[in-house]
C-alpha cells in the first residue's frame, strides 16, 4: 500500500479494520441509505450498507523527511470511551519496520488534531511510564488545537488521551506547535479545516506538478460526500464540518488530487451534482 506523488512516497500502515459497527461515529448512515450509493460498494461498504473504514497511519517519505501522520490508537491505553480500544495489543511498530520505517527512523510525527484515534501511538508504555515512541522526532500540533485541549480535559476519557499521549511528548520537550496554515516542508502546507474539531488541519502535498491531500477527519467516510451535513457524532461543531466539507471538497473536486482520508482512501473526489462522491484508486 504505498503511493507516490512526484518525490514523495506515502505508505499506509493500517491498526484495525472494520466493517459495521461505526454507527456511533455517523448514526446517520443506516444501510439502507448507504445502499442508495452504490459507488461506495465494494470499496468502501459492504453489499448489506454497512461501512467499511480502518484506523491506520499515512507514512509520507520526502526526499529530506521521514513523517508519521496521524498515529492511530496505541498499545496498552486504558481509559478510552470505546471499551475495546483498550489494552490493545498491536503489531503496529513491527508492520512500520517490515515497511522498512523502524521508529526510530522517524524524524516527524504531524496529527491533524488530537483525538483518541489520531495520538495514541505517540508514546508507549515502558516500564509503567508513557515516553515518546519517536525518540528522534519532532512532534508537530495545531497550536490552536493543542490550545483548545489544554484548556478543555473536564471529561474523563479525553484526559486519559491527553495525560498518556499528548503530554509526555509535550514534557519530552518534543513539541512544535505551528499555526493551522503553516509550511511544513517544501512539499507540504497545512490547511485549516476546522469543525470536527477546534484546530483540526489537513495536509495538501505537492511535488513536481502532482498533488495530494491527507484530510485527516474531515470526513470519516466517503459517505459523507454525498451527504455533506453528515456531521460525526464527535464533531466539535457540526455546522462547521459540514461548511469545512464543502469548502474542502469544491477546492479537489475534479482534480488529479490523490484524497488519503483519516480512515479511507485514496481516490478522488468528483462532483456530483450538489455533492461529490470518492472514486477509489486501485
Known amino acids: 500500500m504505498v503511493w507516490t506523488i512526484g518525490k514523495v512516497k506515502i505508505t ?21 441509505q448507504i445502499r442508495e450509493l452504490p459507488w461506495l460498494i465494494p470499496d468502501f461498504a459492504s453489499p448489506e450498507g454497512r461501512l467499511t473504514m480502518s484506523v491506520h497511519t499515512w507514512i509520507v517519505e520526502t526526499p529530506t523527511r521521514r513523517i508519521v501522520v496521524d498515529t492511530c490508537i496505541g498499545n496498552d491505553k486504558q481509559g478510552r470511551g470505546v471499551p475495546h480500544w483498550n489494552g490493545l495489543d498491536k503489531p503496529f ?4 519496520a517490515t515497511a522498512g520505517y523502524p521508529a526510530d527512523s522517524i524524524d516527524t510525527v504531524i496529527c491533524t488534531h488530537l483525538h483518541v484515534d489520531h495520538v495514541g501511538w505517540n508514546t508507549r508504555l515502558v516500564e509503567g511510564r508513557w515516553v515518546p515512541t519517536f525518540a528522534n522526532a519532532r512532534y508537530v500540533f495545531g497550536r490552536t488545537e493543542y490550545d ?3 484548556a478543555n480535559s473536564a471529561d474523563a476519557a479525553h484526559a486519559a488521551v491527553f495525560a498518556d499521549s499528548v503530554q509526555p511528548v509535550v514534557e519530552a520537550g518534543k513539541v512544535d506547535l ?3 496554515d503553516a509550511r511544513l516542508t517544501d512539499e507540504i502546507t497545512l490547511i485549516p479545516t476546522p469543525g470536527h474539531s477546534p484546530g483540526h488541519v489537513a495536509l495538501h502535498i505537492r511535488s513536481e506538478g502532482q498533488e495530494a491531500l491527507l484530510s485527516g477527519d474531515v470526513a470519516h467516510h466517503p459517505c459523507q460526500m454525498a451527504h455533506l451535513d453528515w456531521s460525526s457524532s464527535f464533531d466539535t461543531d457540526g455546522q462547521q464540518s459540514t461548511e469545512t466539507r464543502r469548502t474542502l471538497f469544491s ?6 488530487t490523490l484524497v488519503f482520508g483519516g480512515h479511507f482512501g485514496p481516490g478522488r473526489i468528483v462532483q456530483d451534482g450538489e455533492a461529490f462522491r470518492f472514486v477509489a484508486l486501485r
Open 251 to 256: 477546492r479537489f473536486a475534479d482534480t488529479p
Open 178 to 180: 505551528v499555526d493551522s
Open 148 to 150: 483548545y485541549w489544554k
Open 12 to 32: 499506509k500502515i493500517v491498526e484495525m479494520a472494520l466493517t459495521g459497527g461505526t454507527r456511533f461515529i455517523l448514526p446517520q448512515a443506516t444501510p439502507e
Open 93 to 96: 511498530l513491527q508492520d512500520m
